[in-house]
């Protein structure tokens, strides 16, 4: 079965086509490298050594070629609120090349629904395109890192592979319901330890959104070009 | 391309100097920097032994260049003082007078000579345009290594020519030889900080009617198209005439002939011979012979030479400057400078100022803060003297993964950066040097510590041996 079509963000991290959204979503949910990018092209007040700071004491850094099966959650950027998130999809999209935005709850469902019943990818799809070598680090670790984690009811799917299982929580904006965000996904029992009913669809709806929380990260979707 | 750099203290030159170098207050000639970005500098040193015709050929090879007729060709003197130093050459010349031995100065003055038209080495049937900047260094300041560092130019001169007469070497009672000589050069160059590798070293013999050479050599000697250059046009058929298809690469094959047949001699003939060309390759310089008489034979006891005098293969070593004279790759760096809010410390007593000073006189350098992406100002601009106005986070891999191939970077900061171990396993580890203001970083390999007063050449040199 051919490969769907893959592409890069801005940051030089690969998305994958995923046919129900007709858009392509992230691979991975959003590492510390890829944020780093924006953090070092647009400079802002909001963005300062303070910020990444905070973060980092919440869910600290390690070089890609240290990730492993043990503490590959550290490699993906956390703590981070909706609207800080939605601040880097303004950047990717700011190159001319597409719009970017969070997915909505339903778009990350339906993507997840899809997904959790395929195979893994073959990541030379992925690894074909071009990546830096951090970038092509970071996936080839991390698929690494998340085979290595037990697959739940008969084996490792394409979800687990996108790490929408055993990764973080993905922020997501909601259309309906007395909350603009809430969040989809099933951290690694490491970085937080939660009940989740993913298959049925559970969400998480923080009260606080300005709190930053250590296992809340996101990916992005991405329409046109 | 590279930097324009002062004839006189080879700082490099702002795009827009005109009057007097900035640095060392030399009047510069006019429009040098603008004729200089069509004629890129050929720096040229003439190094040599007391009396052993150095200044001679010199003079001769100016001489010959003024009544070259070859083509479109013509040299162009640049400024008063150049022309003056011409002035008095050519009235030795004509009066037949052999030039005072060069007075030892501390930093002798440059000719500057615009070459238009010379023979094309990337295009033979096109001409090249050259700044020659031509210095001739006293042969005592050879007799002591210490004395050589002083010609800052050394560092730019890609070819240097050891100018040699064997017949006076071979009754030197002072100790002198070849590999006496190419140490001297390197010394000053170590001194300098720069490498030798990749130069090109040319031994010019001098007074080569004097020597006994082998035949094939003192027949390409005889052959030179352009002996009659300086000789009084007659209306006989003696005289020069314009040769009608030179051109370097149709020389080349010979003048590669005759270098291997001088290597030989220089082995078999020379004192010290075989060692010196072993030194030599041994520090993977480029090595060239060639065989010049400026004068076509002695002066006689009244110190006049021959009133029209043939003069052969003088511009061989111009020749070979210009065959071999590859430009210099401008050595590119980096200077990345902590704008975190705990870098206070890398702007005191203006270090980054200091540091900057050093690398540009080796390349060209262009600075960024950590945590940001884009330079801080143009390549060639002077670093701030401040930190960032927002305190950036310690990351430079945005800034590695833009760099050039050949960049080389130098980090002032004063805590870990957070990336940069993520290229700990990348060709970045030998391109890098870590100078840290506050705990060493053990975890990089090319780490240096500052304190407060060390002399930056420290950092710099740990930077440039990164660069050998």
Known sequence: MPSPPATVDRAGFPMTWIEPLGAYLHWLPVTKVQFEYFLCDRPSARFDQDWYDALLRLNRRISPRQ???SNYWHALLTGITPPEAQAFAQWCGDDGHGHYRLPTAEEWFKAYSALRTEPPLDLAAIEALELSPRARLIVQKLDAAVASVRGEGGGRTMADQMLMRHGVMEWVECKEGRSPFGAYGRPNKQLEGRLINLEAGQMSIPNDLEQRLVAYGFRLLRRGE | MPRIKCPFCVKPLDPTAAGKCPSCGEGLPDHFVRGCREAPQLWMVTSGFSSHGKTTLLTAMILMLENMRLGNFYLEVLGQPTHEALQRMRVEALEGKTPDSTQPIKKPR?????????????????????TLIALDVAGEMFAT????????????????W????????????????????????????IRLGASLEGRNVIVVFTKADRMNLPPEAESYLMADPFQDLTRIDQDSAEGYQEPEDFTLAGNLPAMERVSDLLAE????????GPQFINMVRGRRVNLRFCVTSATGGDPDQRNRLKEQARRFR???????????????????FGLVLDASAQGGPVYADGLPAAVWDGLVERGEVTTYYLGHTRPVGLPGQRP???????????????ILERAGDD???????????????????????DRLVLVTLGPDDESWPHSVPYRAGDDPETMLHALLQLTR
């Open chain 2, 384 to 398: 701030p003297a401040a930190s960032a106005p927002r305190a950036r986070q310690r990351l430079i891999g945005p």
């Open chain 2, 145 to 160: 290594l210490d004395e050589l560092h002083g010609v800052a130019a050394l560092r730019e001169v890609q070819t240097v």
């Open chain 2, 162 to 189: 050891l100018m040699v007469s064997q017949p006076d070497l071979a009754q030197d009672r002072g100790g002198n030889t070849l590999s006496g000589l190419f140490q001297a050069y390197e010394s000053a160059m």
């Open chain 1, 67 to 69: 990730i492993d099966g």
């Open chain 2, 110 to 130: 440059p000719l500057l000579l615009r070459l238009h038209d010379a023979p094309g080495v990337t295009d033979a049937a096109r001409g090249e345009n050259h």
């Open chain 2, 265 to 272: 001699y220089t082995r078999r003939r020379v004192p010290g």
């Open chain 2, 407 to 429: 960049q080389r970077l130098l980090v002032l900061t004063t805590g870990p950066v957070l990336d940069l171990g993520d290229f700990l396993h990348t060709p970045w580890r």
């Open chain 2, 314 to 332: 003088v511009l061989d070593p111009l020749f070979w400057t210009l065959w071999l004279g590859q430009r210099r790759e401008e050595k590119d």
